[in-house]
C-alpha cells in the first residue's frame, strides 16, 4: 500500500495570505517612505476655489469634477491652476489648504494621499497578516507535538473504521480530502481516533490497521500515524465518495 501523507492544503491557504501580507506591508511602507520624502519638497499655502467644472460620464452615468484654485506662492500669483483632485464639500469661494511643490508651485499634492494610501495599504496587510499567522502558528507547534508523540509516545494498532470527507476545505469547488477514522484492536479499549486530513487520491481500505501515538490512557492528546497504514486481512474496501 502506498504510504499516505497528511494534506498540507488547508495550510497552504494561509500561506498564500501570508506572502499577501507581507507584499502589503511592503508597499505600504514603501509608499509612506516615498510621500514621505515628496512631501518635503512641497510647501503648505492657501487658496481660494475659483471654478468647479462638472464633467458628466452617461456611459458610466457619473459626474466627474475639475476644480481650479489662485493662490499666492513666493510673492507669485498664479490663477485658476487645477487643483487635480476632488472632494465632497467644495464650494467657489472655498479657501483650502494646498502643497505646492517648490520648484514647481502649479503642481500640487493632495496630503491626504500620504497618510491614507499607506495607512490602507498596511491596516490591510496587518489584517491579512494576523489571519495567517496564528494558524501557521498553531499548525506547527502541532506539527511539533505529533513528532514528539512518535518518539516518546506509547503506541496502539488500529483499524481503520470509516473514512469521510473532510468538509473544512474545497478546491475548485470539491472536496478533496478525506479523514480516517480508526478503533483499537484490542476491544475492551472503547475509544475512536480520527487522522488528520488526507488527499482523496490515496486509497485507504476499511480495517487497514494504523500506528496510533498518544501521551496518556485517557487519549487527550494523540496522532494517527497515516503513514503506517497497512492491508493485513481481508474485507471490504472503503468506496469513492
Not at 18 to 27: A, H, K, P, Q, W
Not at 148 to 164: A, R
Not at 168 to 196: D, Q
Not at 222 to 234: G, Q
Request: proline share 2%; charged share 20%; aromatic share 14%.
Amino acid at each position: 500500500m502506498k504510504k499516505i501523507k497528511v494534506s498540507n492544503a488547508n495550510i497552504s491557504f494561509f500561506y498564500v495570505f501570508l506572502v499577501v501580507s507581507i507584499i502589503l506591508l511592503c508597499g505600504g511602507l514603501t509608499f509612506g517612505i516615498y510621500y514621505g520624502y515628496c512631501l518635503t519638497n512641497y510647501q503648505e499655502t492657501q487658496a481660494v476655489i475659483t471654478e468647479i467644472e462638472e464633467i458628466y460620464d452617461a456611459e458610466n452615468n457619473e459626474t466627474d469634477h475639475r476644480v481650479f484654485v489662485s493662490f499666492d506662492f513666493n510673492g507669485t500669483s498664479y490663477e485658476n491652476v487645477s487643483l487635480g483632485y476632488w472632494q465632497t464639500g467644495y464650494s467657489v469661494g472655498d479657501e483650502i489648504t494646498i502643497y505646492c511643490n517648490k520648484n514647481s508651485p502649479t503642481d500640487i499634492m493632495m496630503r491626504e494621499i500620504v497618510i491614507i494610501v499607506p495607512i490602507v495599504l498596511l491596516g490591510m496587510g496587518a489584517i491579512f497578516f494576523l489571519l495567517s499567522i496564528f494558524p501557521i502558528i498553531k499548525h506547527h507547534k502541532k506539527q511539533k507535538v505529533n513528532k514528539n508523540l512518535m518518539k516518546t509516545g506509547k503506541v496502539i494498532k488500529c483499524k481503520v473504521s470509516s473514512v469521510f470527507q473532510d468538509t473544512s476545505y474545497k478546491m475548485n469547488g470539491v472536496f478533496v480530502n478525506r479523514i480516517a477514522v480508526c478503533v483499537p484492536l484490542n476491544e475492551s479499549i472503547v475509544f475512536e481516533f480520527k487522522s488528520l486530513p488526507f488527499n482523496r487520491k490515496y486509497s485507504l481500505p476499511l480495517e487497514s490497521v494504523v500506528d496510533v501515538y498518544y501521551e496518556d490512557e485517557h487519549f487527550d492528546n494523540y496522532y494517527v500515524d497515516l503513514s503506517s497504514a497497512r492491508f493485513e486481512k481481508t474485507s471490504k474496501t472503503e468506496k469513492a465518495s
